[in-house]
């Protein structure tokens, strides 16, 4: 299937998982509030999903899905099925080993990972027991990821893209029924947690035996298979790790600061819309296409691959990051504030989200970029990268936070910037990777497009400032803020198309082909996998 057609179905299922995860956020915010006990069930969601994103979406995904394509095309069923079978095993032994280290030394774990909290025992119990509970996770979401890679492999999108739902499902029940009492809507959320991930395991395993993937119990061991795929991973799993220091030194120095860490995650929130629905969308899909289009030797067909995806992605990114610098607070206010988070909260939390705005697009295009190397079974070079943007932004991160909260100010905004900072240094030296090797040189006319695609988006962020600057009396004529964020961002997205389609950056006729079934293609490539359309 066309690249545009196979994110449609991840951005799709994505943009229904993000409206339940927003259904969700704002039960926990009323639930929660911004306060020491929402900082400590965020930091319990924190340590699963380092290793999560370090194993099962990092390092493991970016070496399977090529490995898996390759000896799928190659060698055919039967030795991919060896290969899923035996990378199960391992990837399953391994994680069930970290998760019991964590669960067992966790108390002394977040002496530094929540280490602002130290001298208030309750919160500091709190947010390790909430830990201990949410630690399955990590095995059962490694698993699921694993029968992703082989539906993403073979083309099929539905049933690993549908999965997240099922987290935000069990998180907004397990909450509402305890939504009056935040320590026990936290232990509800931190079990609903582990309960979504067995419940995602078992979906995605299903949905992949259906397409013709049979993985057999296997015990643990060191085949070739496993070696390569180790081997690849390496250079990967050192790269997320430095992504994840990063996280992990951002939470310890937001934790000085009370609230700090539950503000920032609400303005992760909403720059992680666009990152999901767009950026992950268009990485998913585009590493299985690379991957066939390096290994038959296309490398035209590769270049313009990506020129694709920067534009694609970049016209939904753009107005977004524009929307998050010019009315941070109007969107947060509007969202976010009721129950315990509170107007004060949403103008903290607008700190952080004017800085995480522009830093948008670079967060999306490392995703677009990176596929470019993992085509290649090349994983150093991102890990250098990566490396790279973690030293920058642990010097960066600290610099800030300290310089702010010395000049008198919250310095959680700091962690903010130098994030940003980072994402833009790591895409700027993976685009100067790519083009010395010849891998990439973005077409005349692909530089044209993104031009045109910025200035749309430039004037958006105006009309959005001017928007945010009359605030009262917008809502005077409007009547609520939720009803004045709806006609921001419904009212912004439609304008900006239509002026996106008038200066022809963006044309109906390649819309239409954008999303017609390439030749050659797979037969129901990125299509429902059987007895799941309903």
Known sequence: MSLARNTAVI???????????????????AALGAGPIADAFYAALRFPNLFRRLFAEGAFSQAFVP???????????KAADTLASEALAVLVLATSIITAIAILCMP??????????????????????????????????????????????????????????????????????????????????????SVSGVLQAIWVALGARRSGVKTRPSAPKLTPNVVRLLTLAAPAAIAGGALQINVMISQILASLEEGAISLLNFADRLYQLPLGLIGVAVGVAMLPRLSRLVAAGDQTGARGALDEAVNLSMAFTLPSAAAMMAAPVFLLDGLFTRGAFTET??????????????????FVLAKIY???????EDTKAPMRFALISMALNIVLGAAFFFALRASGVAGFPGLAIATSVAAWANVILMIGALSRRGDYAPSKQAMSRLIRIALVSALLGIALFTFQSNREAVLE??????????????????????????????????????????????????????????
């Open 370 to 376: 990176a596929p470019g190397f993992f085509a290649r």
């Open 108 to 193: 002394w774990i977040n002496m530094v990972l929540f280490a602002g909290y130290r001298d208030n025992p309750e919160i500091f119990n709190l947010a390790t027991v909430l830990t201990q509970i949410t630690m399955p996770y990590l095995v059962a979401i490694s698993a699921a990821t694993l029968f992703s890679g082989a539906l993403n492999a073979r083309g099929r999108f539905f049933a690993a893209a549908a999965a997240p739902t099922l987290l935000n499902i069990c998180l907004l029940v397990a909450v509402w029924f305890y939504r009056d009492d935040p320590v026990a809507a936290g232990y509800a959320a931190a079990i609903a947690v």
């Open 477 to 534: 004529v409007l009547g609520n803020k939720e009803i004045a964020v709806a006609v921001l961002i419904f009212g912004g997205g439609v304008s900006y198309f239509i002026v996106l389609f008038l200066v022809r950056a963006v044309t109906i006729g390649e819309v239409r082909a954008a999303f017609r079934r390439e030749r050659g293609a797979p037969a129901g490539g990125g299509g429902l996998p059987p007895g799941l359309d309903g």
């Open 67 to 77: 490995v898996y394509s390759k000896t799928l095309a190659e060698q055919g069923e």
């Open 11 to 29: 951005g799709g299922l994505t943009l229904i998982s993000r409206v339940l995860g927003f259904a969700r956020d704002l039960l926990l915010a």
């Open 345 to 362: 909260d949403a103008a903290n939390a607008a700190l952080a989200l004017f800085h995480y705005g522009w830093g948008v697009p670079a």
